[in-house]
């Protein structure tokens, strides 16, 4: 009778454990095409990943490890899905289905679709602050404007971005020179767009709260490197500029930027595209 017992007790424990380790499974619909890269973003680390056929592609970011890119390998595929496994101990099934163009291309397992970001005002952690401008070279490119040479060196504005109180500052460089691009350091600071020789000249210098200049400080020959800075949310007047320089160490190929304030009101709200 006691082994009975004993019997009856493990298999409700068993029971209680299954169904507590199946609530871990999340589930979540995708679209990819051929021509764009799909994201999954995790609140914990991927342990494993695996794909239902060979129809999708499949990986993890360099220096992201909680980031899963997907991308068709061929057109009109039979739906499948990917499961996702995190060290955390949850499970992710992905649905997989094919489409000619997608227009969200980042979803999200951190924000459920009723939590939203709705006016980019929700704080962000640090993490999450580095894993957003590790994505942002994923998403199109808003502008090519303003740029700037010197000596076969070209810096271009490529996106401002807004997520959680943050503006995300997406710069390009181009090296088309022989020799590589060492940036030293950078200097951010917003000063009046016109001076006079009679009135002293005020800058005001921001210090930014994260960059992916320390992952990315040389622009090999021939090459291009993106930058993402991060800065807390702030707007400028109409006289005045917001002044982005890059200097190289041991050269004298610096690089500089002005950035007016209708370039920061046009910046893209990206916590939609998020989930």
Partial sequence: MKS??????????????????????????????????????????????????ASIEIGEINKVSNVLRIKASEENFIPTNVSVFTDDGHIYSVNVSYT??????????????????????AALTQQRVRQIAGMIQYISATTRKPKFSNG????????????GGNLFFRFGIHNGSAIPFDVDFCKFFIADRTRSKRTSHME?????????????????????????TVFDKFTIADGKTFHVEFFEKSGDRHLKLSIKGKHLLRCKHIDNLSN
Avoid: H, M
């Fill in 4 to 53: 009975v017992k004993v019997l009856c007790y493990c298999v409700s424990l068993l029971f209680i454990c299954f169904k507590s380790y199946s609530q871990e499974v999340f589930t979540k619909e995708v679209k990819v095409c051929l021509s764009k890269t799909t994201l999954l973003v995790f609140p914990a680390n991927i342990k494993n990943a695996d794909r239902g056929s």
């Fill in 100 to 121: 000619s163009d997608i227009f969200k291309n980042i979803y999200d397992f951190n924000i459920s679709e009723s939590n939203q970001y709705a006016d980019g005002g």
């Fill in 152 to 163: 076969d060196i070209t810096i271009r504005l490529k996106g401002i971005y807004l997520a």
């Fill in 204 to 228: 005001k210098e921001l210090l930014s709260t994260y960059s992916s200049l320390n992952l990315t400080n040389t622009v090999p020959p021939g090459e291009d490197r993106e930058i993402v």
